[in-house]
């Protein structure tokens, strides 16, 4: 069992940052693969970020390319979402999931996932 906790979700202008973060307890981290996924208001939730369980390998959507970057650090269990030059349609509710990979790779699919956290609101101002 992985426990998951997302944090640093807030109101932030147009063109600001944030730095999210996952913070995971329980069986080892290092053996789970990691993604960060979205939901606003009236859609479904979405795929954002990836992170293979070494931290080699990421996957960012075509949508936040650019702009987010996820990294990981297995030794304080804590995975990172930075958002840089957020939009209004950024705007939802983040949240982290983990998946235990039996070899280093990315998944996108929420279906692939075992384990989520409860969210935190992100919400960019125009």
């Known amino acids: 069992q992985v426990q998951l906790v997302e944090s640093g979700g807030g109101l932030v202008q147009a063109g600001g940052s944030l730095r999210l973060s996952c913070v995971a307890s329980?069986?080892?981290?290092?053996?789970?693969?990691v993604g960060w996924f979205r939901q606003a208001p009236g859609k479904e939730r979405e795929f954002v970020a990836a992170?293979?369980?070494?931290?080699?390998?990421?996957r960012i959507a075509d949508s936040v390319k650019g702009r987010f970057t996820i990294t990981r650090d297995n030794a304080k269990n804590t995975v990172p979402l930075q958002m840089n030059s957020l939009k209004p349609e950024d705007t939802a509710v983040y949240y982290c999931?983990?998946?235990?990979?039996?070899?280093?790779?990315?998944?996108?699919?929420?279906?692939?996932?075992?384990?989520w956290g409860q969210g935190t609101q992100v919400t960019v101002s125009s």
């Open positions: 992170i293979s369980w070494s931290g080699g390998t990421t």
């Open positions: 329980g069986r080892t981290f290092s053996n789970y693969a």
């Open positions: 999931a983990a998946k235990y990979a039996h070899y280093s790779g990315t998944y996108t699919s929420m279906k692939a996932y075992d384990y």
